[in-house]
């Protein structure tokens, strides 16, 4: 009995996120449909489903949320997946000896672009989707999306060595894709 009570308790402000969210005029989609008019390829669509299910979504033909709800659940993991790259850049500069003067520039580079990128996708979760405000949703992505490609093309760079950090920003990268073309699907709604 207590280990439901303390469950319901950590559920239940999740649930009450998505059930407050009530936009006016958006659809009401399952996983499979919201991610098939999201995505225009099986690899998006596939990643869209893992998208879904790490965020503990419903993933049956029958349950229903509202877009918006998608929306936020695919921009909270790119939140928190650029979180763990940001530590991952400071971990480099704090500990890593051996970086070379132009590493450690590359990955304080990265950091300013990492802020930029973040900034953007929590002004989209916190005042967009959580206003029901869709109509700057696609610039702000894009903006910050611009940031992200900025601190790939330092990652790129030739003078880095083979990069531990890189294949997180490319993780990243396929987060905010993921986001963006969910988020997408809300804009002129
Ligand atoms: C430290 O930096 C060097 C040079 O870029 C790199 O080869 C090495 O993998 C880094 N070490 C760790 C523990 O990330």
């Not at 596939?46 to 229903?64: A, E, K, V, Y």
Request: hydrophobic share 40%.
């Amino acid at each position: 009995m207590k280990i439901i009570i303390i469950l319901l308790f950590i559920l239940s402000p999740l649930h009450m996120a998505a059930a407050r969210l009530l936009c006016p005029n958006v659809p009401h989609l399952s996983v499979p449909v919201v991610c098939s008019n999201a995505c225009g390829t099986k690899l998006l669509y596939d990643h869209c489903i893992n998208t879904m299910r790490s965020g503990g979504i419903d993933l049956s033909p029958s349950h229903t949320e509202e877009i918006t709800v998608y929306a936020i659940v695919a921009a909270s993991q790119t939140l928190d997946s650029y979180d763990d790259t940001d530590e991952a850049f400071s971990i480099q500069l704090q500990q890593n000896k051996s970086l070379s003067g132009a590493e450690s520039d590359a990955y304080q580079g990265c950091m300013g672009d990492y802020a930029t990128a973040y900034n953007s996708v929590a002004l989209i979760v916190n005042n967009c989707l959580s206003n029901c405000y869709f109509k700057k949703l696609v610039d702000i992505y894009l903006n910050g999306m611009t940031s992200l490609e900025n601190c790939r093309d330092r990652m790129l760079a030739p003078w880095m060595k083979v990069p531990p950090l890189y294949p997180k920003v490319e993780r990243d990268r396929n987060k905010v894709l993921m986001a963006y073309l969910l988020g997408r699907l809300l804009q002129g709604l």
